[in-house]
């Protein structure tokens, strides 16, 4: 079964930085892309950020040039650099993995328990 572990949530002041990791576990040979999605209070789920096994990457436009996300392929860990964060990037962040190969399965999507950031003066 694969698990995600997610840290690096918290509190910080508008203009601040925080840095989410994610990481993957589960026997796992290979996975596909690995992203951050995002749910504000009464909002829907959102797309932040996705990164692809081979490297490329696409963000939401609101995050764009102040988010980079990244990944380990070596340690399944995904990471979200978050900079200049406002007060509107408040929000449970959920780590999402899809097309993850391991040594006795394959698995389409695997979604984290979220860890909530909060930008707040």
């Known amino acids: 079964q694969v698990q995600l572990v997610e840290t690096g949530g918290g509190l910080v002041l508008p203009g601040e930085s925080l840095r989410l990791s994610c990481a993957a576990s589960?026997?796992?040979?290979?996975?596909?892309?690995m992203g951050w999605y995002r749910q504000a209070p009464g909002k829907q789920r959102e797309l932040v950020a996705r990164?692809?096994?081979?490297?490329?990457?696409n963000y939401v436009d609101s995050v764009k040039g102040r988010f980079t996300i990244s990944r380990d392929n070596a340690k399944n860990t995904v990471y979200l650099q978050m900079n200049s964060l406002k007060p509107e990037d408040t929000a449970v962040y959920y780590c999402?993995?899809?097309?993850?190969?391991?040594?006795?399965?394959?698995?389409?999507?695997?979604w984290g328990q979220g860890t909530l950031v909060t930008v707040s003066s």
């Open positions: 999402n993995v899809d097309g993850v190969v391991t040594k006795v399965g394959w698995y389409h999507e695997v």
């Open positions: 589960g026997s796992i040979v290979s996975i596909n892309a």
């Open positions: 990164i692809t096994s081979g490297g490329s990457t």
